[in-house]
């Protein structure tokens, strides 16, 4: 306890959502700055916005590409908490079990990538045909 108050660093549960939210805020701005693929997630999330502006997607055509989006930035967030955990537990020393736990969350990500992939195919193909044929 002494040492928390030296150097002021929390090591308890946040007491205020205020705390909560700045922590969490905290997070996503280290993901941002620190994760390459974050931010080409997000470039490509404001491109598919864009490109589903311009077609005029409908209501739940919407709701699919928001889910869409919102499973890439989370699977993508969850790869680097794997990431940060295995090379904190194994002190950036090479490990079988981490290297598959790593290659595991991984594969999330391009799951929800193929997913992703199909789905915006679903909605985009048909509105750019129609817009080619007519």
């Not at 490509?44 to 598919?48: L, T």
């Given at each position: 306890m002494l040492m928390a108050l030296k150097d002021k660093k929390q090591t308890e549960k946040n007491h205020t959502f205020k705390q909560s939210f700045v922590h969490a805020w905290s997070g996503v701005i280290r993901i941002f700055r620190e994760e390459r693929?974050?931010?080409i997630h997000s470039i490509?999330?404001?491109?598919?916005i864009?490109?589903?502006w311009g077609l005029r997607l409908t209501g739940p055509e919407w709701y699919w590409i928001i889910a869409c989006i919102g499973s890439m930035l989370v699977t993508e967030t969850f790869n680097t908490v794997a990431e940060n955990l295995v090379d904190l537990v194994t002190e950036k020393t090479y490990?079988?079990?981490g290297k598959h736990i790593k290659d595991m969350a991984a594969g999330a990500v391009l799951i929800a990538a193929c997913f992703s992939g199909i789905i915006g195919l679903c909605i985009f193909v048909?509105?750019?045909w129609m817009l080619l044929i007519h």
């Open positions: 693929n974050m931010r490509w999330a404001v491109i598919v864009l490109f589903a490990s079988e079990l048909p509105k750019i």
